[in-house]
């Protein structure tokens, strides 16, 4: 008996990709993204509720209509195309594995080609119009002396905004050459110079004692206020910081190993 479609995509999500890829939940929301556009593509094209979808219904010729109704309909990308292509040769996979009817579907799907296209333009500050911008920064205000931290940390070491949220203390080594240990995508790490970096020292205070925190944010490195409480910074505090932060967003990671000459010192 062929199994429903429900029990499959749950155990999908569920099992498959958290436990036996051990993917992280950001990944897992982006192929959530892309099963939740299939499965209402599909829908769409039968004229029925997602509810009362089948397994046979998942045919090889809606995987191609539905990867030209992302380029014709929704305007994406062909980068997108081929991330969303990516998820589904993954999503069927599975299918292949649970339910051996499918394999011959999921052989056509998997051999479905990439599109090829021109590698994106790199976008970069001259050390000049970095200079200019922190020279710009306020030094007035409760967090002034944090974002400026922030921005030298993100410039020093080529960081991604994620890597920066998630640091804790532990991970940073302040003895020469001060080192810090990222915690970047895939699960990876990696060891990234500080330049000794004055700026970072500063907080290994924490947020002032008086203040209750929530999630022990005294182990984190950069925290914020909310309310009452202390709470440890997240992306979107990083990139939401407007003037500063948000004009250097998308550029610090062209960045990659910066020369020691173009580095900033405080």
Request: net charge positive.
């Amino acid at each position: 008996m062929t199994p429903s479609l429900g029990p499959l995509v749950q155990s999908f999500f569920m099992d498959y990709l958290p436990v036996q890829k051990g993917l992280r939940q950001g990944s897992i929301r982006s192929y959530r993204d892309t099963i939740r556009l299939f499965l209402c593509f599909v829908s769409e094209q039968r004229g029925d509720s997602i509810a009362s979808l089948t397994i046979e219904d998942l045919s090889f010729e809606r995987v191609l209509a539905f990867l030209k109704y992302l380029e014709q309909r929704r305007g994406n990308s062909i980068r997108t195309r081929n991330q969303r292509r990516a998820a589904l040769n993954t999503f069927y996979s599975y299918l292949a594995l649970r339910v051996p009817e499918m394999l011959a579907a999921c052989q056509r799907i998997a051999a479905i080609p990439i599109k090829r296209t021109s590698l994106p333009d790199t976008h970069y500050l001259e050390q000049e119009e970095v200079t200019a911008l922190f020279r710009s920064l306020s030094k007035q205000g409760r967090f002034a002396l944090r974002d400026r931290t922030l921005l030298l940390f993100l410039y020093n070491t080529g960081a991604r905004v994620q890597e920066v949220a998630d640091l804790r203390m532990e991970h940073l080594d302040f003895v020469p050459p001060a080192m810090v240990h990222l915690h970047g995508k895939g699960d990876k790490w990696r060891i990234a110079s500080t330049n000794n970096s004055a700026p970072v020292s500063a907080h290994r205070g924490g947020p002032p004692a008086r203040i209750r925190c929530r999630d022990q944010c005294h182990s984190w490195l950069a925290w914020t206020r909310q309310s009452r409480y202390y709470k440890p910074l997240c992306r979107a505090d990083v990139t939401g910081q407007g003037r500063s932060i948000a004009c250097l967003r998308g550029e610090f990671w062209s960045f990659g190993d910066i020369p020691r000459s173009h580095r900033l010192e405080e």
